[in-house]
């Protein structure tokens, strides 16, 4: 059974600091991977996927990602954070023959003027 | 485009009464999933549908929760004789046959509350 563990509840960091959130899964299949952030009283929003290719995938807000498949892992960077960048991160796997996704227990992101 | 909708966006209830929530998923996808997120549990698959076809109902946590979808488009979420430990915020996505695998689109959610 696929699942994700995000190491860190919490990450506090300075603006223009940069910063890894930490995400490793497990899987016996094919992996397809996700990075969701959520803006406080908002859904979740796309930061970006890993499906197959390149190992090392942008996505918005000038976030990207490494898979590294030894070491099962899908840690999401960004080398210089705003305040605006404070919310709640999730990584997820795509789980079961249907698609549903299967989240880690998500990391907050604090960034502190 | 619009996005996936759901309503209402705030909904508190008594235990014991049942509640529906809704969802508007974006205009020609075929999939639609319910989550819910929880403090003690994070987010949660509860079901899923595709197309015309039987629901995936694996995630569901109790037979008091069911879920139909009219039509291949709105969404339905129905808990019956509610408990506080239902309260969360109940999120559903959508995805289009044609989006690369998985790739899911989030309505903002409806926050429950059982008193």
């Known amino acids: 059974a696929q699942s994700v563990t995000q190491l860190d509840s919490q990450v506090p960091v300075f603006e223009e600091a940069p910063v890894e959130l930490r995400c490793n899964y497990s899987?016996?299949?094919?992996?397809?991977l996700f990075w969701y952030v959520q803006y406080p009283n908002q859904g979740l929003q796309l930061l970006l996927k890993?499906?197959?290719?390149?190992?090392l995938v942008k996505g918005i807000n000038g976030f990207e990602a490494e898979f590294n498949k030894s070491q099962t892992s899908f840690h999401l960077r960004k080398p210089s954070v705003h305040i605006s960048d404070t919310a709640e991160y999730f990584c997820?796997?795509?789980?079961?023959?249907?698609?549903?996704?299967?989240f880690g227990k998500g990391t907050k992101l604090s960034v502190k003027p | 485009g619009a996005g996936v909708s759901q309503s209402p966006s705030n909904k508190v209830t008594e235990k014991g009464k049942d509640v529906e929530l809704r969802c508007d998923p974006i205009?020609?996808?075929?999939?639609l999933y319910w989550y819910r997120q929880s403090l003690g549990q994070g987010l949660e698959f509860l079901i899923y549908?595709?197309?015309?076809?039987?629901?995936?109902k694996s995630g569901l946590p109790s037979d008091r929760f069911s879920a139909e979808r009219t039509g291949g488009s709105v969404s339905t979420l129905t808990i019956q004789r509610t408990q506080q430990e239902d309260s969360a915020v109940y999120l559903c996505?959508?995805?289009?046959?044609?989006?690369?695998?998985?790739?899911?689109?989030f309505g903002p959610g409806t926050r429950l509350t059982v008193t």
């Open positions: 205009s020609g996808h075929t999939a």
């Open positions: 890993y499906l197959s290719g390149s190992t």
């Open positions: 996505a959508s995805a289009g046959a044609s989006a690369p695998s998985g790739e899911q689109y």
């Open positions: 549908f595709q197309g015309n076809s039987a629901p995936d």
């Open positions: 997820a796997v795509r789980g079961g023959s249907q698609g549903n996704l299967i």
């Open positions: 899987s016996s299949v094919s992996v397809y």
